[in-house]
């Protein structure tokens, strides 16, 4: 089962293009910016997926081969999968809880370029806010999202229809290596690009993917990349407490409005019995959406305090449910077809009350 690691919430089908947030640039013009400068700081969003992590460290590896200083800095939480990516690339982690060490705060000092890889969200760049304000002419930005906040970076190259931010950078990275095409890349770097194609695409299975991700995806292939490494450094290394925790959400499911509405819950308990932390649970609530009937999915998650943290998700298409809107008949909020909240409630009246507000939810069109 590929299940993605926790990432920003999912935006995938956003195509629309936010007014107010505009592409100003091409590969060409982010390409010769980077160029350019000769000490930079390459970011992302927090909690980096695959395509923020591999999207990062290709122009990471990328700089560094044309002797441009690049250092890679991530506001975790990370997950290890990635670690195989950096190699010899400078990398710094940080908890968004965390404060800045001192080399972190010379690097962004020092760098005469700050370069933004899949996210172009002040609330998503929280945690390096202070270290990029008012600093909007050192930055650029490579983004394929269709909300994002212009003040972050004069120079930005958005492309909502890139079904990857990592689909954008093969380009910049080949023409900085004077590249024909990606296939030219070396295989370090077509590693990462590849990695993020294929996990922002569920492996080339969602709707985002075009003509291009797959002549993208075979360029990196030619490069060197072995496409089934990935896979399996990715998506075949779960510990075996997220299948122990996955078996008790399992356990846990009911189905409910004539098996459109799927509810799982977890409990502290759970997580104790299966030896998992609360790291193991990403995308376990995706799982139900196999079923065919299935339109809401739902998790209900026991936290410490006792209160209950939901994650909603629903299905694209006829007779979708706007999962924002039931999120934020419990104070949380989202996007339509993922959201969130938390309430004071026990986990059986959260669950109870989600029944109802989900079969009473407006169907969109
Ligand atoms: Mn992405």
Not at 101 to 107: A, G
Not at 115 to 129: F, H, N, P
Request: include cysteine.
């Amino acid at each position: 089962m590929s299940v993605p690691p926790p990432g920003p919430p999912e935006e995938e089908l956003e195509l629309a293009q936010e007014p107010g947030w505009n592409s100003n640039a091409d590969a060409d013009g982010v390409a010769s910016r980077l160029r350019g400068a000769s000490r930079v700081v390459v970011t992302t969003h927090a909690k980096p997926d695959g395509d923020a992590v591999g999207s990062t460290l290709a122009l990471v590896h990328a700089l560094r081969a044309i002797n441009i200083e690049a250092t890679a800095v991530y506001i975790g939480p990370w997950s290890d999968r990635f670690n195989f990516l950096a190699e010899d690339a400078p990398v710094i982690h940080r908890e968004p809880t965390e404060s800045p060490t001192d080399r972190e705060e010379q690097l962004f000092a020092s760098a005469d370029c700050i370069a933004i890889t899949d996210t172009g969200s002040w609330s998503q760049l929280e945690a390096v806010r202070t270290h990029i304000q008012n600093r909007s002419d050192q930055t650029v930005i490579i983004d394929h999202h269709g909300h994002g906040d212009e003040a972050v970076a004069d120079l930005r190259w958005i492309e909502t229809r890139a079904a990857a931010a990592c689909e954008m950078v093969a380009e910049v990275c080949a023409r900085l290596l004077n590249c024909k095409s990606p296939a030219q890349l070396p295989r370090q770097i077509a590693t990462c690009l590849y990695l993020g194609l294929a996990t922002d695409t569920g492996w080339f299975r969602f709707s985002n993917v075009t003509s291009n991700t797959f002549r993208t995806a075979a360029d990196l292939i030619d490069a060197g990349t072995d496409a089934d490494a990935i896979y399996q450094q990715t998506e075949l290394t779960d510990s075996p407490q997220r299948l122990l925790i996955m078996r008790s959400a399992l356990n846990s499911l009911r189905l409910e409005n004539n098996n459109e509405f799927a509810v799982m819950s977890l409990r502290l308990r759970d997580f104790e019995e299966a030896g998992a932390s609360r790291d193991d649970y990403g995308g376990i609530v995706d799982i139900p959406k196999t079923v065919g009937s299935v339109k809401v999915v739902a998790l209900a998650l026991e936290a410490p305090d006792g209160r209950t943290k939901l994650s909603l998700r629903s299905k694209a298409g006829a007779g979708s449910v706007d999962v924002n809107l039931v999120a934020q008949t419990f104070g949380g909020g989202g996007h339509k077809h993922a959201a969130g909240a938390r309430t004071d409630l026990p986990l059986e009246q959260t669950i109870e009350k989600l029944i109802e507000a989900v079969a009473n939810a407006e169907r969109l069109a």
